[in-house]
């Protein structure tokens, strides 16, 4: 058949949360022809410069196509076999809690489930992480603290319908760029005022009527200033706090004891921002990785959504906060229970009623009963010997965990590690005893749900390469061998997706939020034509915005607003460290390039690893434009070109985190980063690590 002749496939782009839907035709020699879906809600036909070039990375170079076992060729009967065995003898001879999978945002919502129902609810542990924990846990434990559940009030539409869209934390244009246009769009269409907060000036600034260049780390003291404005200034909802809420006067009382001269800004601008805040009912205020990844990241969405709730601007049109994940299925990672904190379906580890409804759900023979260990502390189990068997499954944590050096020397020392992943050439896939081949993206099919809460389907429009079989597919022969056949009896991800939809109605009747119950009768035929849908998606209900009707999920129904205060990042500057490393991605790689750093094209906008200082600092440190610089932290040292930007943070300067071992083995930034993490949500402080710094 020649390319012509194939069909087109409808799927999803699998980098950002926007979740952007693509068309997908084979050529007929193993490439793909990549167009953006115009039907697709979230980007409607747009695409960017990295879903523009799928089509470039999805060649069989460095594929991994057959199971192996100690570096030697084995067959997957082989490979299976001794992954269960080990597995259940390290549970047999130390209990559940010896062994952990580390999986990842980039797992289907069909994976994920069946990964998290092995480990919660079969081995009995809850040591189940993912890399969304580097990426949006602060948001989950925001959420959950406000509203009861890990609930985004909001559509994409708000950004366009909302009179000022405040973006903090967030370079929308290089990190979410399809939602970047349709907000660009959206300004010159209806005159959008944008603030951009962010201690360096990024591209998202070019719409910015205000940009906010504060000291790195003191978000909350800005929108402690702006609830303690809103509330001198009358600009409250008296009857909205009053019905809807609890908590304002404690909230207001400690953001009245921050000063907002801790972020360094202009004061006019400062007044300026809360002027047009005040002033503005239809607000939507973005945030993202530059809010979460702190170790004070869940105060900070705390203290955004209290100014959500004071005004009660929030579930209605143009007007709410609004999170955007970093990962394409990092959202139903969040729904299945792919945290180690959380159960699934967005129910508690800590409820006995929640544990005993998803036990008796799976005829489990057993049920996690505590929270498992976050991303940073399982890593350090696994350095201290307490896990013995770990399985990382499509991400390379040897790289983007924070003190990357030691978290590889942790996992090089594991009794036992499995690794299933598209590729064995990873820094983490070198270090494995069992590498398992899994299907990549092109080749799955499943479904993912994006930063809207818009479930879309991924579908395959090429052929597994070699033996490689869906990560579903290896959970569950893992699974049956360790002795559980029937609860992992699944032969498509059909069947796993209407497992998980009808465990929904469960957690429903119990008063959570997610609930895609209608759903749950899908034929085969039906969930292979899925159209994106939004949740909730119930007999009586399809779609749109949360807390309209102002009832949250709290016990009495009340949203809690937070007193938070303003605190520092963890690691303290010295003589000896006297600069901040801010880190973040850049326009067109994605994580650790095992995909992106396929296509050459992509290459062309920043094709090596590199150091963005301002002026200031670089004639203080006597470095030029292309010079090389060595950065040192008290975990590791890089080397990176200098690139001097009047961008740049005085005394912060930024890199990206994309390099790895293989492409830049002197640039993995993540050896740099400390293992510090914010206490309630377990995110490690990825952009405020102290750093030395001089010419190589
Ligand atoms: Fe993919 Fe995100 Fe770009 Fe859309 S905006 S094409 S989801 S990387």
Known sequence: MDGASHPSVRSTCPYCGVGCGVKLRADGAGGLSVKGDPDHPANRGRLCSKGHALGQTVGLEDRLLTPHVHGTKASWDEALTLVAQRFSDTIAKHGPDSVAFYVSGQLLTEDYYVANKLMKGFIGSANIDTNSRLCMASTVAGHKRAFGTDTVPGTYEDLEQADLVVLTGSNLAWCHPVLYQRLAAARKERGTKIVVIDPRRTATCDIADLHLKLKLGTDVALFNGLLAHLGKTGALDAQFLKTHTSGIDEAITAASADDPATTGLDPADIARFYAMFAATERTVTVFSQGVNQSTSGTDKVNAILNCHLATGRIGKPGMGPFSVTGQPNAMGGRETGGLSNMLAVHLDLETAEHRTAVQTFWSAPRIAKRPGLKAVDMFQAVAEGRIKALWIACTNPAVSMPDADAVRAAIKGCDFTVVSDITGQTDTARLAHVLLPATGWGEKDGTVTNSDRTISRQRAALPAPGLARPDWAIFTEVGRRMGWQDAFDYAAP????????????????????????????LTDADYDALAPTRWPVTAARAGGRFFGDGRFFTPDGRARILPVR??????????????????????????????????????????????????????????????????????????????????????????????????????????????????????PESKASVIAIERF
């Open 494 to 521: 059909s069947e796993i997706f209407r497992e998980h939809a009808a465990l929904s109605g469960i957690a429903a009747r119990l008063g959570r939020d997610f609930d895609i119950s209608g759903l749950a009768d």
């Open 566 to 683: 303003q605190r520092a990042p963890a690691a303290k500057r010295t003589a000896r460290y006297p600069f901040r490393l801010n880190t973040g991605r850049t326009r067109d790689q994605w994580h650790t390039m095992t995909r992106t750093g396929l296509a050459s094209r992509l290459a062309r906008h920043l094709a090596e690893p590199f150091l963005q200082l301002h002026p200031q600092d670089a004639t203080a440190l006597n470095l030029h434009p292309a010079d090389i610089a060595q950065v040192q932290s008290p975990h590791g040292t890089a080397l990176l070109r200098v690139l001097i930007s009047d961008d740049a943070t005085l005394g912060a300067p930024f890199a990206p985190i994309h390099w790895t071992g293989e492409t830049a083995p002197a640039a993995r930034i993540d050896t740099l980063i400390a293992p510090a993490c914010d206490p309630i949500s377990g995110q």
